[in-house]
């Protein structure tokens, strides 16, 4: 029973680890894809440039939000 009780316990922290990793490397893919859509608003020669940022915000939106879901810590 002991070795049950610390397994839990250990299996609970580090379930909380993984869900912070996760939600680290979401915001993460937000920076990143946030960093290429302005880089490439710069250097590049699109026709549709509204395509090009509607697409990226939403994928920064969506990223952003999942990262702050996996974050946040129970009270």
Known sequence: MYINVLY???AL???DLMKKEIG???MDIAKY???AVLI?????????????YLGGSII????F???LFFIK???
């Open 65 to 67: 939000f999942l990262g």
């Open 73 to 75: 810590e129970k009270k």
């Open 40 to 52: 490439s608003s710069f250097l590049g020669s699109f026709q549709q440039k509204w395509a090009v």
């Open 60 to 63: 920064v939106v969506i990223g």
């Open 33 to 35: 894809v946030a960093t």
């Open 13 to 15: 922290k580090y379930d």
């Open 24 to 26: 680290k490397w979401f």
């Open 8 to 10: 839990y316990i250990f």
